[in-house]
């Protein structure tokens, strides 16, 4: 087995530095995030629907 491949595929990003961000950049930060959750909650629901349809059709 290589040491390459118990890395992961995917680094986790580095926090930013939110020491230098101003109170509008941070609630700006924090709008960016929101969406991007609510975007990924989205994806999940479509997941979710599309395995429940399969689960149905193959029962």
């Given at each position: 087995m290589?040491?390459?491949?118990l890395d992961p595929l995917?680094?986790?990003?580095?926090?930013k530095?939110?020491?230098r961000m101003s109170v509008g950049d941070?609630?700006?930060?924090i709008?960016?995030?929101q969406?991007?959750?609510?975007?990924a909650?989205?994806?999940i629901a479509l997941k979710d629907k599309a395995r429940a349809g399969a689960a149905a059709f193959f029962k």
């Open positions: 290589d040491a390459d491949d995917k680094k986790k990003p580095q926090p530095d939110l020491s941070l609630r700006a930060y709008a960016d995030l969406a991007e959750i609510a975007r909650e989205a994806a």
